[in-house]
């Protein structure tokens, strides 16, 4: 509900507040607006005598975590963050209320009044989805109204200080032309042949490292499954469909398929009547049964001069084209049959089907029987599903389950959270298997629908806690970052000296890669190498500068050649100014904290 509000501030720390109560109802309950307001709970820190308690703090924290923006396995780290942004916060709050900084209780009720969370379908603001909407979060108006208060207040000093910031023409001008900028310039990657002996690891540095990483080598905690499916498609795979069935099933999907057809039509007005029409129909019937062809019949007789010059073809048609009258004598037809006499507003008809708009019984015949078998084994599925909710609910254990259904005990190998393959990375599976009913008190599952055509129970045949993994089986993996680490820092130190002896007109044989013309926007150039020739001073006339950088594992020598400056670009000049005017008042909010923090009473406990 807040969201739109929250959205306009600039600051993390302030978009988190503003949320708090609702939040508070979310994880707490609404007891815990008692100490929201009251500040009650231990206090984990005071700016200037005002306190932030603890459960201020982790409420905080819990909505970070909940929103997905940082794992719970971070919860720690990101406790101290956050309480240094609720501080950082409430100094700026502090400053804003002794700077006198006011907002009329007009000016909220403008803003609530365009929040879209509080407006109708008409774009209207809405009193009673008003009040419903705060009561559902735990808000009275008053409540409401001082929190939304209090961060507008700190929305208002923020944009103050940005808006008294400025950029000269002069600053402008020199970023943009920093930003158009193009350079060109050499690269060359330096692997493990630039080394003159291999990389050697001791058992000290692999202990070391261990020691130092050990949460990289942790086994989650793990469970190994027991699990009986059953599973519709293996039921109806052992069914055999009787040829009949099949051919029936084909033709009467046939009888709803598009289909081609051709006519031959007589028309019964001042020239005719409809009993000569009939007549004129019946002689082609006639003519018909001696074994004439139909197309050079309509040739001849039809009233529809365009189809009749196509032998009466009229293409393919679904159900609705021609009326009733035409559609169920059309569609009653098989490959090859006439219809007799049919009437419809434009006249009468003698109908052909020459073909349907389906595949051929061969072509359909395994999915025929597939999907006839699945229709035969249903009901007994049904059965045997609703048996294996009765059997695992009552069992203590999947074996007795499994014999009393004829179905297959399965059992996994060591899975996480996470999933394993297969079937055990369907979604709902681990969650299951991690409930607590299942992993705690020991309780087969509840079945699990996997699709439409499988159900699953499954049990805890075994679980083990997280741990770290102890260094001989993980030897491998760390002697390879270890590894990685000492290649690394041995190809910077070559590096460094190839740098050096090039600075100095040494002419290396290296496999230099040519960059003409490049800008900061490049994308065939390694991020980390464009960077780093950016960041390079302006060569001299017909003189190189060289530096290196890293990128990854790998270490990469970079020799600048040329910088010109680039066209005028209105876009490229346009962003900059965007960037340096949010920079310029990111600066100045950044200096306020930190001007804040130094003169001010700060404790944290």
Not at 158 to 186: I, K, M, N, W, Y
Not at 519 to 537: G, I, K
Request: glycine content about 8%; cysteine-free.
């Amino acid at each position: 509900m807040l969201q739109s509000i929250r959205d306009r501030s600039r600051s993390w720390g302030a978009k988190i507040i503003v949320g708090a109560v609702v939040v508070t109802m979310a994880l707490f309950g609404v007891e815990s607006l008692v100490g929201l307001f009251g500040g009650g709970g231990d206090e984990v820190a005071k700016v200037n005598g005002q306190s932030i308690t603890r459960q201020e703090l982790e409420m905080e924290v819990q909505r970070a975590i909940r929103s997905g923006q940082v794992p719970p396995e971070q919860e720690r780290a990101l406790r101290g963050q956050v309480l240094d942004e609720m501080i950082g916060e409430r100094l700026l709050l502090a400053f804003a209320e002794e700077g006198r900084l006011h907002l009329s209780d007009e000016q909220l009720d403008q803003v609530i009044v365009t929040l879209p969370e509080f407006q109708d379908q008409s774009g209207r603001f809405d009193a009673d989805l008003f009040r419903n909407r705060l009561a559902s979060a735990g808000f009275t108006p008053t409540s409401f109204r001082a929190a939304l208060r209090v961060d507008l207040k700190r929305q208002q000093l923020q944009q103050g200080l940005a808006v008294s910031d400025f950029v000269l023409d002069s600053e402008r001008e020199t970023l943009s032309a920093l930003q158009s900028q193009v350079r060109s310039f050499r690269y060359h990657a330096l692997d493990a042949d630039a080394l003159d002996e291999p990389v050697e690891v001791s058992e000290e540095e692999l202990l070391a490292y261990y020691e130092e990483h050990r949460d990289n080598y942790q086994r989650p905690e793990q469970v190994r499954l027991e699990y009986v499916i059953v599973d519709r498609q293996e039921m109806a795979g052992q069914v055999e469909v009787d040829e009949e069935a099949l051919r029936q099933e084909w033709q009467n999907r046939g009888r709803d398929a598009d289909r081609r057809v051709s006519h031959i039509m007589a028309t019964h007005n001042g020239e005719r009547t409809r009993e000569e029409a009939v007549e004129r129909l019946e002689a082609v019937r006639q003519r018909l049964a001696e074994g004439d062809d139909f197309e050079a019949l309509a040739l001849e007789y039809s009233d529809d001069p365009a189809s009749a010059e196509q032998g009466g073809d009229l293409g393919v048609i679904s159900r609705g084209f021609f009326g009733d009258a035409f559609d169920d004598a059309a569609f009653a037809l098989a490959p090859g049959q006439v219809s007799g006499i049919v009437e419809t507003s434009s006249g009468l008809h003698l109908i052909k089907v020459t073909g349907l708009d389906q595949p051929s019984f061969e072509e359909m015949r395994d999915d025929l029987a597939r999907e006839l078998a699945l229709d035969q084994v249903t009901g007994d599925f049904n059965r045997r599903v609703q048996s294996l909710i009765d059997e695992s609910f009552a069992a203590d254990d999947l074996d007795s389950v499994a014999d009393g259904l004829g179905l297959e005990l399965h059992e996994s190998d060591w899975v996480s959270r996470e999933g394993g393959e297969g079937i055990l990375s369907e979604p709902g599976v681990m969650s299951e298997a991690f409930s607590e009913d299942v992993l705690v008190e020991g309780f087969n599952s509840e079945v699990i629908e996997l699709d439409d055509d499988r159900r699953m129970v499954l049990r805890v045949a075994e679980h083990r806690e997280a741990t770290v993994l102890p260094l001989e089986e993980v030897r491998e993996r760390v002697a390879a970052s270890v590894t990685r680490i000492k290649q690394r820092e041995m190809l910077l130190d070559v590096a460094r000296q190839q740098v050096e002896r090039l600075r100095a007109g040494e002419e290396l044989d290296l496999d230099w890669q040519q960059v003409e013309g490049a800008t900061r926007q490049r994308d065939n150039v390694p991020r980390s190498v464009l960077q780093a020739a950016f960041r390079l001073p302006h060569p001299e006339t017909g003189e190189a500068v060289f530096g290196h950088t890293s990128d990854g594992e790998r270490v990469i020598l970079i020799a600048l050649d040329d910088v010109t400056a680039g066209e005028p670009d209105e876009q490229i000049d346009a962003f900059v100014a965007r960037m340096a005017e949010q920079l310029r008042a990111q600066a100045a909010v950044q200096g306020l904290r930190s001007h804040l923090r130094e003169t001010s009473e700060v404790t944290r406990r």
